[in-house]
């Protein structure tokens, strides 16, 4: 016979073996526990037990008494009975499971696992089996194991689909997923408990799904789920919070101003209205009521959970809009508040900080970083410090945040690109071209058409031109034209290119970089430095005139561009012995004007009043001339002055004036050879020979160095020759064919000789 055929036959033989008293007692007590009424049927049954001691030992009494503790959630006294039934083979099995609930319910999962593993479900009841099924997806949950709680959900599903244990099941197994952080799995099992919920638990399965739904960005379900809850259950205890819900899914939906509806709607009591202030805060920052949202986040309290992001948002959008003082403010009140910064609040304070040009007082906020060595921001702390360190130039403390910086370089993937690529820029700037190099390398290999390629590329070109590896930092600007023509840097890039093809002696390549960029970015603020280096290439390979066009260009385009006045004056004097006199004109007046030396300010004077005489401004040069003795009458151009002087009055017709300014002028230095080559060809030209020859032969045998001397012994020989004195002629022009063999005079005096 069966255990449950055992069970039917004890209830039976035990009614017919009572008395009529007797069985009007059991009766009631029993028709009191089929209603449910444990605690009226737990008296009744322990009145039975004082009555009639002879059947105390019955099983039928002692698993309903057990029974009845077991409802009213008396766990040790249903424990001491059922532990007695359990020994009778009739009562074992619903003894057993019992005792196996009792266990999970005290938290001994492994010995309701073991008191279960005891039990055939076969033998029992329907309604403990379904129970059994029940309690093994229970014990998997409390295990924490969703899979065999799911397997088991799922065999109670199938024997029992109308199960009122179901939902509950799966409500907790929801829940279990959720824990384990899969949330779409505790989305399908709340879904489906739903479906069979009783009106008690659907309230909590549409919360729960509204709040998985709104972590996972799924606003429109969020919204169906708060919006049905709200509608079913209004007194629901989710109410409120079902409504800050659907607010916050509309919210991201767009619909702010039903948002704000309802939120202004929710009541302002504790440990809501934090949340409310935010998100009302949030919605009226979206609609463009800045600071009346940044008010309602100032409102969230220190002590909610809210109160950092609301922080960060007021912070945020105070900078947004211009109130960088405030937003900084704003943000050193959560020091104030909570006693410290937490590392979030921190790093915006101190980009802030940095931004507003307060950079001493952020590297002061960031020392020490190591007590935030164990949260979330502290690599991004770490590199801004070293951020803010490589604006100040302090290239080994940037080194040194990055050796800390390595030990999180793989979580921070995008943050190690950049904080290497700071590394390598320290390297460069301390001079450690070789680490600098090979840190660029890998940059550009990583991303070689992206932005680190770009700007790696940008200084493996520099680079490479410090080492000496002209052809290789060509390579670089090649391949750079070629991956990037449409980056900011490519003029930079293009001028080093130019000036590396000058440093090499590759003069058509230089001047091919400086006029392409020339053409391309003739408005850079580079520009200027083109046109002065391409003037440099023409003035290495001595073509005078392009130098000096592409050199006025320059000064037309850019007057402060900063040319030596070494340069100024080269084309000045081209200009001159070229008589393009107004140029030259303006290139003097720009000298006088950049420099700050006396003397340099004085040869202006005198270079200005001989570009006068010589453009025929005879009488303004003569008058600048003479007032420049007057003034500066100790000044080394005071015989350039002299002989300019003589050059004036020569063209005025004043003769004498000007041969006694020439023979002051021949007293001086660096003009005495232009000063009797002058007086010379002056008398020369009046045949004057005994006079011409002596200022000849003193320029030719006093100045060594002059490039007048050829032309000088020339004509002493000549106006010898004129005077017949052809020996004394003839010696001077050996000299003549001795010292300048290839000079057109040589080749004059070889005609004659003939």
């Known amino acids: 016979m069966g255990k449950k055929a055992l069970i039917l036959s004890s209830l039976l033989l035990f009614s017919l073996l009572l008395s009529p008293s007797q069985k009007d007692d059991w009766e009631f007590a029993e028709s009191l526990f089929v209603r449910g009424m444990y605690k009226l049927a737990l008296e009744e049954y322990l009145k039975y037990w004082n009555n009639y001691p002879q ?77 059994y099924l029940a309690l093994r997806a229970r014990i998997a949950l409390k295990e924490k194991d969703g ?14 689909p109308g199960s009122k244990l179901l939902p509950y099941i799966g409500y907790e197994l929801g829940r ?36 998985i739904s709104l972590e996972l960005e799924r606003w429109e379900e969020a919204e169906e789920s708060f919006k049905e809850l709200l509608e079913k259950y209004p007194t629901t205890p989710y109410f409120d919070q079902a409504k800050l819900g659907e607010a916050i899914s509309l919210f991201h939906l767009g619909r702010l101003r039903q948002s704000l509806k309802i939120l202004d709607s929710l009541p302002s009591k504790e440990g809501l209205i934090d949340a409310v202030n935010f998100w009302k805060g949030k919605v009226l920052i979206a609609l463009g009521e800045e600071e009346e949202g940044v008010g309602k986040l100032l409102e969230v309290s220190a002590k909610s959970s809210l109160f950092e992001d609301a922080r960060v948002l007021a912070g945020e959008n105070l900078w947004k809009i211009g109130k960088k003082e405030r937003a900084i403010e704003v943000l050193k009140e959560v020091g104030k508040l909570k006693g410290r910064y937490s590392s979030r609040i921190l790093f915006l304070l101190a980009d802030y900080l940095s931004k ?73 700037y301390l001079s450690r071209l070789k ?34 590896k002209e052809k290789k930092a060509i390579e670089c600007v090649e391949e750079f034209q070629r991956y990037f023509p449409s980056s900011d840097l490519l003029p930079e890039i293009i001028l080093t290119g130019g000036v590396i093809s000058r440093e090499m002696r590759d003069k058509e390549k230089a001047v091919s970089y400086f006029h392409y960029f020339l053409k391309k970015f003739p408005s850079h603020p580079l520009a200027g430095k083109c046109y002065y280096f391409l003037s440099q290439v023409y003035f290495m390979e001595e073509e005078k005139e392009k130098c000096a066009s592409t050199l006025l260009q320059l000064l037309e385009k850019y007057p402060e561009f900063p040319l030596k006045e070494e340069t100024l004056r080269w084309l000045g004097e081209y200009l001159i012995e070229e008589r393009r006199f107004r140029y030259a004109y303006k290139v003097y007046d720009l000298l006088e004007k950049k420099t700050n030396s006396f003397k340099t300010k004085e040869e202006v004077q005198v270079e200005k009043g001989r570009i006068e005489i010589l453009s025929g401004k005879i009488e303004k040069g003569l008058e600048r001339l003479n007032n420049f003795l007057k003034n500066y009458p100790s000044s080394p151009y005071l015989f350039h ?55 000849y032969l003193k320029l030719a045998y006093l100045f060594e160095d002059s490039p007048l001397i050829p032309k000088a012994l020339y004509r002493a020989g000549d106006s010898l020759r004129r005077l017949g004195k052809m020996e004394e002629a003839k010696k001077i022009w050996e000299e003549l064919l001795y010292r300048f063999p290839s000079s057109e005079e040589a080749k004059e005096v070889r005609s004659i000789e003939r």
Request: proline share 2%; hydrophobic share 35%.
């Open 435 to 468: 680490e600098a190099e090979k840190d660029f390398q890998n940059l550009y290999k990583t991303d070689k058409k992206g932005e680190w390629g770009e700007k790696s590329l940008f200084f493996l070109i520099k680079i490479y031109h410090k080492l000496g």
């Open 147 to 160: 899979l065999r709680a799911r397997m088991w959900k799922d065999k109670l599903r199938e024997k029992y």
């Open 641 to 695: 002055a002299y002989y300019y002087l003589g050059e004036g009055y020569f063209l005025k017709g004043d003769i004498q004036k000007a041969l006694d300014c020439w023979e002051k002028a021949s007293e001086g230095e660096n003009i005495a050879d232009k000063a009797l080559f002058r007086m010379g060809e002056y008398w020369y030209s009046c045949g004057k020979y005994g006079k011409a020859y002596r200022y």
């Open 356 to 428: 507003a040009g307060k950079e001493k007082e952020a590297i002061h906020l960031l020392s020490p970083l190591s007590i935030y060595a164990g949260s979330l921001y502290y690599p991004h702390l770490l590199y801004l410090k070293a951020s803010l360190l490589f604006q100040k130039g302090k290239y080994e403390e940037v080194l040194s945040l990055y050796e800390e910086f390595k030990k999180f370089s793989r979580k921070e993937k995008e943050l190690t690109t950049s904080f290497l690529f700071l590394r390598a820029q320290s390297n460069f």
């Open 55 to 131: 059947e105390r030992e019955k099983g039928l009494l002692l698993l309903r008494i057990g029974e009845c503790y077991f409802q009213i959630k008396e766990w040790q006294k249903a424990k001491e009975y059922f532990l007695k039934t359990a020994k009778l083979e009739e009562f074992s099995p619903q003894s057993i499971y019992r005792l196996a609930e009792i266990s999970l319910i005290e938290g001994k999962t492994k010995e309701a696992k073991n008191l279960l593993d005891k039990l055939n479900p076969e033998e029992l009841s329907t309604t403990l089996r379904e129970g």
């Open 176 to 211: 279990l997923f959720v824990e384990k952080g899969d949330r779409e799995k505790a989305m399908e099992c709340w879904r489906e408990a739903l479906s069979i919920s009783p009106p008690s638990l659907q309230a909590e399965l549409l919360y729960s799904l509204g709040k």
